[in-house]
């Protein structure tokens, strides 16, 4: 399903959720800084953390953050193929990918078979 196949609605609406998506990710990685940072202890709180959990919450944070920022390039590369003309579009068969699963992941580059493939060996 290449962007002439869309209906203009259905772009523009696929559009608005890239860019509401976008948008999300990009708050959540301004304001992410605090919690992957180094580990101090501050010792005069109640209910102090130990070290071994602050580690653990640091580094749940920064796999987050990593998370994060794999979906904003996706969803950026998706709005890129949407200007271009070529979102919809199967990267590995070609074939349309369907717009339910555009709806449900409009980041999506692949089609359910290909993707079910990659996922499978």
């Known amino acids: ?32 800084g605090d919690s992957t940072g180094p580990v101090t202890l501050d010792q005069q709180s109640v209910g102090r953390v130990s070290r071994i959990d602050a580690i653990q919450q640091q580094q749940m944070a920064i796999a987050s953050q990593q998370q994060a920022n794999d979906m904003l390039k ?3 590369l ?7 003309g070529e979102y919809g579009d199967c990267l590995h068969c070609g074939e349309p990918i369907a717009y339910a699963r555009l709806q449900a992941q409009p980041f999506a580059n692949l089609c359910i078979d290909c993707q079910s493939a990659s996922e499978a060996g």
């Open 78 to 84: 998706a709005l890129r193929r949407i200007d271009d």
């Open 1 to 32: 399903m290449s962007t002439g196949q869309l209906k203009p609605s259905q772009i523009a609406q696929l559009r608005d959720q890239l860019v509401n998506r976008q948008q999300e990710l990009a708050d959540l990685l301004s304001n992410a």
């Open 74 to 76: 996706r969803t950026e």
